[in-house]
């Protein structure tokens, strides 16, 4: 990207803020990786290491009364919409004061009020859930924004077409990004799809389409603003694929061998951390010490989470019979 | 003369009766809206919608895509916005393609993560009408197992509209089975004012002394033919309208089998894994002391639907059938 | 189509044959949908009624051994794979003699011994399939083909979606085919997708696509000979979209006010049976008697077959229970 | 020391079982190939297939593209030509995604127009690892109420082995619920030539006078626990390994409760619409008479799985609720 660009396009606390949250996204789930190979996290770790630019990166261009239906490695998402560490960590520990009480396991979050959907295993299953929020908003003639992810793996799923689709023909206010990082679980691009990118599938709803470094986050930030502008005008869905690449196993048990090493290699220069300080230099909003010191910051904030979490209670048993119906429900 | 008009005036079909429950909501709620394939334009395949869409407009009754999936989730999404949306199947048969979506979006997101799915879809299901296997499922069967979903299914007027109202203004996912083969072939007076039909509640359709006969549907229909007949041999049946099959109402079914001591159970749906054998369950663990004879089920055998005439008749339950298991039990 | 092409590409007697069935489904369907009005017909009817060509072309271009799925506008399809009009107008009254024995009915034949798919009415559903049995063929390494439609409906379903990624991937040797009737159902084209061409979705997939003319049957012959000569080369899959109208209602009770008029006096000019007798007299491989002789021939055919399944016994009652399940599977 | 590698060697895990059945069946049957998610290249995610890719080549072994549906389509199209494929879902859970392929293809063919469908779909299920709401399910209880599909779920390596040859040699759709918690938590003697279990056929795995207890998949290791409990307070359990679920052994259960005439039911599905409402129907029906006391269904509550250590044992049926029913139902 052109840091005269960026420069005009994004203001220096919203680039610095993204920073913060790359950062704290990386020494969050680092530390949940550790946690998890000394056993103390409950099921399994799926992590956006490596890919942290897309969530900190989309979640940031969106207004705050804008919905996101997060891929399972938008960990980003959590923290800009303002959850914390203490009650993301307390989920990994299946606590009763993660945002699921229990219920559900890691990335698997939401929360209405923050306007995060709570991620569905069956991928691409909320793509359509997605569109139908923008539907809402269309209906009710509301300005505001969905935003909702896959990966390539889920692109090849029904419901992603299913998805696609409706929005388009209704114009619907929603973006619909793939993280394209190289692998579903262990099967590479060419197992999945005889096409080139991903975005090639936009051009059979009649939607435009769009590809993005996924590891600048100023490039996803600004991609992002664009396909928000354009559905929030009324111009209907754009398709963004933020290519990247997965640099931990598809989940943390996974030590991925089916990856060549050499592409790691390759992807580790291209670290979207690594990235983002390179452009804080050249924009000169940020040098060696300032970074330090928010690596140090964010660290105290994931550790003041972990003992929140470690000293939050366990469910009781009888709470699984809690919440299997609803009693009301809210306008969001 | 004057009064027989008046009282024809109030008069119902079925499908009159879910029509006005729909058209009452929308315009008591703005809220609610309607989805589906040819619902609008057209008035859906039954015409239930017909003026519909130049009454409330193309945003609050949609003509969607071919693709259940897509418009089921575009659904829950809307719904936990805070819209209130009725999905209609074409077919219930073609609920299957919207399974997915319906028992692990719907029926568990507000378990999982608190969000409630305040949404219909209605399903006209059910045989006699030479459908064949694609056109006359009762696909009932398949959801009592995901915890979430309400399932309704009305045997008349009256009940179709109140519990469609109650459907609307239930804050959880209801399926509402519609009975096709009812839809012109039933009528009964309506009431003027406003009136639910509480989800949950059974219906004693006829008050007996001998067998309960447990019941839905088009099947309700039957049993009180059957009864009709059997009065004449002293045989004195109580038909139990279930109306609801998710939750279902213990309080109703217990207290009339054991007041005449013996039960049959009598659906539709293929007999195997069909209401009746969860009902039967429920008898033989908490009211095992009142039976007096064997639980009897009355159902289709476990084929699909056969198209041909002999066929189907021979697949459907029949008063006959009603009236020689009934015979059996009073002599047991 | 040029007519030089065509004499030197098409061989004057498939030519004629085609015409042979173009008149044979015409005749067939029009008798059924008489029998129809007379209410003699068990169930629905859907008819390719002005849209022949294409099932008679494609089927015309394929070899004996090869596979079709079919849609359900291709009568053609099981005229030339030797279904006599015995056995399909059995199927229509429901008879014991029809295809499925009375199981299922109207258009939802198949036969595996004569390569002919049933039809599944869950509009998409048979295309997954029909990409197994291509693959069936590469791992077996047979050079068979498979033939597989949908409608422009059928393809916003996700199993359109999944089939053609898979085969795409997989380089299997199967032919997709849309008929784009303008329609599904009532629902027009622009509320079902916002691209112009079906054939558009072709390039989601990596997939070669082609627009056809499915009017004239010696286009849709070519065309479909084109992709059939790309599958068995082991170059893949093609997508064929036929542009054609539906002339008579969805389904024959359906009067089809939703159609412009214009738009139906428009297409009732290129119909296809006209189209392929201005070719053959250009080609003066026929004249009006030749045309008129066979029509006469035909119409003889339908009664014959008529006689046949009004005099085929109606199955009985307990067959209902015969063939849930298989006894042995063959290899065909 | 000679005798005792000797029999170390013969001696397997569930998990090995399963995946010698595989390989000896490939071995032994050309036509059996595999398909599924990571199942080449990775071996799976259970690693079942470690090794089958360089075996027996990317056309027996073939890692699929993210699609459910059209994975199991793909099958059904290549069984229907004369192959044996296996699918496997990565977890049971996510077939609910391909359940339309399932219950209106797969289970359909045979019936409707005589096309056998020799397939089988492995699903890894059940609980017990914290796997949440959506890696812990038990699906069985959707399909027993689709006519044309056969259901198994082995509880023993034993079983794991002999009933997936014979679900791979059968004609029709079976689909094998292999228990994930098993995998390698049990191990046993494996014969070393060929056999099978054959389907359809339950297993008395512990005979007992008092009460039987009817049960599979991993609840027949706590039913058999219970057991040993109990002996010492002189209540004497029999424990029916179901094994398969569809078709139900009806013969061997009911000789088993004439036998004790009091019955257990146990499931780790949910309570409402699992297999034990079925067989407590039947026993009501059939052998009322034979019962000495209510039937007891244990069986989790409706609710998704929970994921926190503390629920899902608060959920999942423990041996203490199996040895308190039985003293409850030896005292009655
Ligand atoms: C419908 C469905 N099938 C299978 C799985 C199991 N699964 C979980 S993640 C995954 C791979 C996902 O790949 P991709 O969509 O590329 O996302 P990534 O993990 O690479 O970000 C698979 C197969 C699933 N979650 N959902
Ligand atoms: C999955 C599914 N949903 C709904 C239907 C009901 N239905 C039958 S045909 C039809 C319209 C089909 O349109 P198209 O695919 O364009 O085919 P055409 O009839 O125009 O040839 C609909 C909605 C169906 N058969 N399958
Ligand atoms: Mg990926
Ligand atoms: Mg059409």
């Known amino acids: 990207m052109d840091v005269a660009v960026i420069a005009k396009e994004i203001k220096r606390d919203d680039l610095l803020q993204m920073y913060y949250y790359l950062r704290l996204t990386r020494a969050l789930e680092d530390r949940i990786t550790a946690l998890y190979r000394q056993g103390r996290i409950v099921g399994g770790v799926y992590t956006s290491h490596g890919m942290e630019a897309i969530a900190v990166g989309y979640a940031s261009a969106l207004e705050r009364d804008d919905v996101i239906a997060p891929f399972h490695r938008d960990m980003g998402v959590f923290l800009i919409r303002g959850f914390t560490t203490g009650e993301i960590l307390a989920q990994y520990l299946g606590k009763r004061t993660g945002p699921t009480k229990g219920k559900d396991g890691n990335v698997h979050m939401g929360d209405l009020k923050r306007g995060v959907f709570g991620f569905v295993s069956h991928l691409a299953d909320n793509l359509p859930v997605a569109a139908g929020a923008a539907l809402a908003f269309k209906i009710r003639g509301e300005s505001r924004v969905v935003f909702a992810g896959t990966g390539d793996g889920g692109s090849s799923r029904g419901d992603f077409h299913e998805a696609m689709n409706f929005a388009a023909v209704r114009k619907l206010p929603v973006v619909f990004f793939c993280n394209n990082n190289q692998y579903a679980y262990s099967t590479p691009l060419h197992l999945q799809m005889a096409i080139p990118n991903v975005v090639d599938r936009a051009k059979a709803y009649g939607m435009p389409g769009e590809i993005v470094d996924g590891n600048d986050v100023a490039a996803v930030y600004l991609a992002a603003k664009r396909a928000i502008v354009r559905a929030r005008a009324g111009e209907g869905p754009t398709f963004l694929e933020f290519k990247t690449m997965r640099m931990h196993g598809h989940s943390e048990h996974d030590p991925a061998k089916y990856v060549p090493r050499e592409l790691l290699e390759e992807w580790k220069k291209k670290d979207p951390i690594l990235k983002a300080e390179q452009l804080l230099k050249q924009l000169s909003y940020g040098d060696e010490p300032y970074f330090q010191e928010v690596t140090e910051r964010v660290k105290g904030e994931v550790e003041a989470g972990l003992e929140f979490a470690e000293q939050s209670p366990l469910p009781e048993g009888p709470e699984v019979l809690e919440g299997v119906f609803a009693e009301s429900a809210g306008s969001y | ?332």
């Open chain 2, 1 to 332: 003369m004057a009064t027989e008009t008046t009282q024809k005036q109030q008069e119902f079909s079925y499908i009159e009766a879910i029509s006005q429950a729909l058209d009452e909501e929308m315009a008591r709620d703005e809220r609610v809206f309607l989805m589906g394939e040819d619902i609008g334009m057209y008035g859906g395949a039954f015409k239930i919608t017909e003026g519909f869409l130049q009454k409330y407009g193309e945003w609050r009754v949609l003509d969607t895509p071919l693709a259940e999936s897509g418009i089921v989730g575009a659904a829950i999404g809307a719904a936990m916005m805070g819209l209130r949306p009725v999905v209609e199947m074409q077919f219930a048969d073609f609920i299957s393609c919207a399974f997915d979506q319906i028992t692990e979006v719907a029926a568990k997101n507000h378990y999982r993560w608190g969000a409630a799915v305040p949404m219909v879809i209605r399903a006209p299901f059910g045989g006699g009408i030479h459908g064949g296997p694609f056109h006359s499922e009762c696909p009932e069967g398949w959801f009592f197992h995901s915890p979430g979903l309400k399932l309704v299914a009305p045997s008349t007027p009256y009940d179709a509209k109140g519990l469609l109202k109650a459907a609307i203004r239930d804050p959880n996912p209801v399926i509402y089975f519609e009975h096709k083969f009812l839809y012109r072939r039933i009528k009964s007076l309506l009431p003027q004012e406003d009136f639910i039909v509480p989800i949950g509640k059974a219906d004693v359709k006829r008050v007996g002394n001998d067998i309960s006969v447990i019941t839905y549907g088009a099947m309700v229909h039957l049993a009180l033919e059957a009864a009709q007949t059997l009065t004449n041999e002293g045989i004195d049946l109580e038909v139990v309208d279930l109306r609801t099959l998710i939750p279902l109402d213990k309080e109703t079914i217990y207290s009339s089998v054991r007041k005449t001591s013996k039960a049959i159970l009598l659906h539709e749906d293929n007999k195997t894994g069909g209401i009746g054998a969860e009902i039967a369950a429920r008898l033989a663990e908490d009211c095992f002391d009142c039976l007096d004879g064997p639980v009897v089920r009355i159902a289709p055998p476990d084929t699909p639907v056969p198209f041909s005439t002999p066929l189907e008749e021979f697949f459907l339950p029949k008063t006959g059938d009603i009236i020689t298991a009934a015979r059996k039990l009073a002599a047991y």
